[in-house]
């Protein structure tokens, strides 16, 4: 896979953008955004959540750990508008043997029902099949969290299995987008350089 580079141009915090979001990677200092992201209820209820202080700031450093071990993670996004923290967009391993990392999103309330989600994924999905050159993608979601599987239909991911998911100690669709699919092709996602 090719390499992400998580430093924008100078005076320019992202690496990655989309029409409304800037992509850039979590650093110690987000300790304060990390806690209202993951320590909101409404955010983390269908993934384990709210968590504790010391449970965000775990997550907050696994999220660093994943950039330097994988070179992706779930980055923090940001309106391009007035860089208000959105929320989180990215990738997690997954089946890396097979060239297919998870794509995953949390956004903040506030930022629900305005097409973010989707508008978000689809830059990771161009940047993961167009730079960093991913065989697939999965991704999963509580049964009950009916908005995220719509998110990930409307972005051409296909049903494939059920599978055990560990922290909600529960079974969980998974689904899967192959390359060909071409799904997220038509929004361009332009990069910091």
Not at 109 to 121: F, I, S, T
Not at 123 to 136: E, H, N, Q, R, S
Request: glycine content about 10%.
């Amino acid at each position: 896979m090719t390499e992400v580079v998580c430093r924008g141009m100078l005076h320019e915090p992202y690496f990655l953008k989309s029409e409304r979001l800037g992509f850039r990677c979590w650093s110690r200092e987000d300790l304060p955004l990390a806690r209202e992201l993951w320590g909101d209820i409404e955010v983390t209820r269908f993934f384990g959540g709210p968590f504790s202080e010391e449970e965000i700031g775990e997550r907050l450093e696994r999220e660093i750990s994943r950039m330097e071990t994988y070179r992706f993670q779930y980055w923090p996004i940001h309106l391009l508008t007035d860089n208000e923290h959105v929320g989180c967009c990215g990738l997690r391993p997954y089946k890396l043997e097979d060239g297919m990392p998870e794509l995953g999103f949390h956004l903040r309330p506030k930022y629900w029902g305005r097409g973010l989600a989707p508008e978000a994924a689809r830059a990771v999905i161009d940047l993961a099949f167009g730079t960093m050159g991913v065989k697939g993608l999965s991704a999963g979601h509580h049964p009950q969290n009916m908005a995220s599987k719509k998110v990930i239909e409307k972005l051409g991911f296909r049903y494939s299995h059920d599978e055990f998911f560990a922290t909600l100690g529960m079974q969980i669709p998974y689904y899967l987008l192959k390359q060909p699919d071409g799904a997220g092709r038509n929004q361009q996602a332009s990069f910091a350089t």
